[in-house]
T-cell receptor, first 115, second 113 residues
Framework: NAGVMQNPRHLVRRRGQEARLRCSPMKGHSHVYWYRQLPEEGLKFMVYLQKENIIDESGMPKERFSAEFPKEGPSILRIQQVVRGDSAAYFC?????????????FGEGSRLTVL | GESVGLHLPTLSVQEGDNSIINCAYSNSASDYFIWYKQESGKGPQFIIDIRSNMDKRQGQRVTVLLNKTVKHLSLQIAATQPGDSAVYFCAENSKAAGNKLTFGGGTRVLVKP
């Protein structure tokens, strides 16, 4: 039973380019969360999605960042016109839903480096 | 300008000794508290959780204690092993907030052979 799958694991972009990070949740999970982690820091919540709906995007920057979780296919975190400050590890997590204990299952992360 | 993150507090432990990692949380309405372990270059892994109506829960070699009076959570690891070297994060969860985990700052555990 595959866990949360994220790709790419490592991504290098130049300033001004776009970054797309993909996340396939665990089988049977309909809730996806994106977190960002800077070196030596904790994980910061960005956005919470269910299929075709953004439930909570309170942690997402208002500009350049967007997320989606279409009916078919993986969830995508998109960063337009990347800047050096976007360099971080981006983690996706999934859960079966609100009836669960609250544990989130994390992927191995996508590490974005902006040159 | 470039932002500089805070260095993680570090707990150095002799192999075989017990480790205690502490965490202060902020939301008295949280339903669950969870400890995660993160090894270098990997995603967080679930260790153990505790409901807000409990004060102690034991797992294999790990015990979590919850003190709601002072909003304090601790993780005890018995007979610490080299494989326990990692960064440990506490997280709080509220169903009212959509199961959105809020993470604490983390503690690095270094196990000395």
């Amino acid at each position: 039973n595959a866990g949360v799958m994220q790709n790419p694991r490592h991504l290098v972009r130049r300033r001004g380019q776009e970054a797309r990070l993909r996340c396939s949740p665990m089988k049977g999970h309909s809730h996806v969360y994106w977190y960002r982690q800077l070196p030596e820091e904790g994980l910061k919540f960005m956005v919470y999605l269910q299929k075709e709906n953004i439930i909570d995007e309170s942690g997402m920057p208002k500009e350049r960042f967007s997320a989606e979780f279409p009916k078919e296919g993986p969830s995508i975190l998109r960063i337009q016109q990347v800047v050096r400050g976007d360099s971080a590890a981006y983690f996706c997590a999934s859960s079966p839903g609100l009836a669960s204990t609250g544990e989130l299952f994390f992927g191995e992360g996508s590490r974005l480096t902006v040159l | 300008g470039e932002s500089v993150g805070l260095h993680l507090p570090t707990l150095s432990v002799q192999e075989g000794d017990n480790s205690i990692i502490n965490c202060a949380y902020s939301n008295s309405a949280s339903d669950y508290f969870i400890w995660y372990k993160q090894e270098s270059g990997k995603g967080p892994q679930f260790i153990i959780d505790i409901r807000s109506n409990m004060d102690k829960r034991q797992g294999q070699r790990v015990t979590v204690l919850l003190n709601k009076t002072v909003k304090h959570l601790s993780l005890q690891i018995a007979a610490t092993q080299p494989g326990d070297s990692a960064v440990y994060f506490c997280a709080e969860n509220s169903k009212a907030a959509g199961n959105k985990l809020t993470f604490g700052g983390g503690t690095r555990v270094l196990v000395k052979p």
